[in-house]
């Protein structure tokens, strides 16, 4: 008897590929999870990579969707692979984000890296920087760009951010609400989170994301997060 695996895909936005059955499981498991410790991962990605101290859920997955969709579209879709880094470890995080890829056949990330470093290791072919970082919308800076004004630079509106690795230094709580409000989706979003995370915590909740990963950064008092975006279904019983 073949075995459904239509709730995940739905649940999942079409990301995950896994059996009704297994998938109620992992529904259940968050649900008891976030109850017991909401600053803890509720959701387990068997399949998560440790990209430069960063954790990806399956990128093989991720990979094989954008290419799929690329070849059936036969120019550049909304899915395709898009990666945005920017903050500590930006550079490191897209070299080896490109390595990990370098001798494989499917279509490489678009990778965009913001950073106000002005010397770092070389990226390679493929991986555009840009000499700014991210501010709220409203901060009243002399520099940077609202991601807002980034995306509609770059010709990215409609588009989905596969990943978006940032570390802001404790900026977070004050740039979540606007990227997660932004004129793009972000499917996976690799957080450092500074301080106090009751509120940051919230917000992702909030907008429908569950954490796979969580550990202490290198930098004193913060942990690095790792989250994916989920549709609504999956938070009703």
Known sequence: MNSSFKLAKRDSLGFFHVPDDKWQIAKSNHRLWIKSD?????????????????????????????????????KFHKDDCL????????????????????????????????????????????????????????????????????????GHRGRRISIFALDCEGCEKDLISDLLGAKVGISQLLLQVHGSQEAVFKIMEEQQYVMFHREPSSSAGAFDTSWIKMASSFFEE
């Open 83 to 154: 990666v945005y880094a920017s903050g500590g470890g930006d550079t490191d995080f897209s070299s080896s984000w490109q390595k990990l890829w370098s001798n494989s056949t499917s279509t490489p990330c678009e990778i965009h890296v913001f950073t106000t470093l002005t010397q770092y290791k070389p990226l390679g072919d493929g991986v555009v920087v840009h000499p700014y970082v991210f501010h709220p919308k409203n901060a009243g800076l002399g520099f940077g760009k609202t991601l807002d004004e980034a995306i509609d630079e770059l």
């Open 38 to 74: 909401p600053f803890m991962p509720s959701f387990v990605c068997k399949n998560e990579v440790n990209i430069a101290g960063k954790f990806v859920c399956n990128p093989k997955r991720m990979m094989d969707l954008a290419t799929n969709a690329h070849q059936k579209q036969r």
